[in-house]
């Protein structure tokens, strides 16, 4: 059986980022693969956060999900904490992984900043925590951005050695499942950086429950260079943010970068910015709307985690048990 584990934290603000890079190529596994989506917020707390802020990002990332077209009966979609098997693993995981595997990270040397010493221990062991979601699910797939693949790469790594370490053919080996477009969706306001939901700049980024006046505001103040828009890839190097808006339009109207060149390089970037923010009302609209409907409505939200909740934990239980086995855990 095919399984996909993925996961998205519930630090607010999902992005086009997101939604390109992530929960559109989720809506369309659903139909080939058995699928869970998780909410992190274990893993949101690895950097403090306001309760009530969490709360209430946790229900808009999962309206977020539903908006896009997930289907709360055929995937189980719910937040992380509701099922208590993803900290018991992961302080397995943590007694697996060695700590030179985690020093190696990046995303780690990113996120901690300068301040190393002043970071949470849970974000410097993330990586074994997103082992853990992974594997006690058994899944075999996981959809991942550029970003993520180090993470995945422990996490196979977490699993040879934990099947080596007990003598045991117990988790699967897990393959990334990489899409081709949008898997780095750049900043508006500068084109080597991320699209994130914590960047401070709201300019820096398209909301998925941005009106349309708001999307076009943001397009056309995106930043651009001097020159016309280039005509092939060769240029795109030198040109960050011509190249990210290009992608995004490539991304949005699901057809090749190349076919974008040839179409509009050597063209102006507002003759262009105009199409773009047409592109992008008509595809995000709609589901910022029904996002916002649904985090009208918080008790349908709360159902729908509820009930994934409750399927999550009768998948992981058994694994676990068996898992306690492997490792000599008594169960009396
Ligand atoms: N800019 C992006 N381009 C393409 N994909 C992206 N993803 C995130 N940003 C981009 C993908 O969305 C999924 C969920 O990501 P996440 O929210 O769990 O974590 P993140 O990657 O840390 O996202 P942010 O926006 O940068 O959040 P903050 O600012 O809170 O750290 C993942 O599959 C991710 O690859």
Redesign the pocket.
Known sequence: MKRIF????P?G???L??Y????RNWVKLQDEFDCLYCI?DL?AVTVWRKPEELTANTREVAAGLLAAGLDGKRNIIFNQSQVPGHSELAWIFNCVARLGWLNRMTQFKE?AGKNKENASVGLFAYPNLMAADILLYKATHV??????KQHLELARDIAQKFNNDFGVDFFPEVEPLIFGT?????SLRDGTK??????PSDYSRINMTDNADAIAKKIRKAKTDPQSLPANVEKFDARPEAANLMGLYAALSETSIEDVCNRFGGGEFSAFKKQLADLAVAKLVPIGERMRRLMEDPAEVDRVLAQGGRRARQLAEPTLKEIQDVVGFLRP
């Open positions: 993925s996961g998205v934290q630090t603000n999902l992005h980022g997101n390109l890079g992530a929960i992190v893993h996120k959809p991942v951005g550029e970003d993520q949008a898997t780095r969706v750049m991320k699209m994130s939901k914590s960047d």
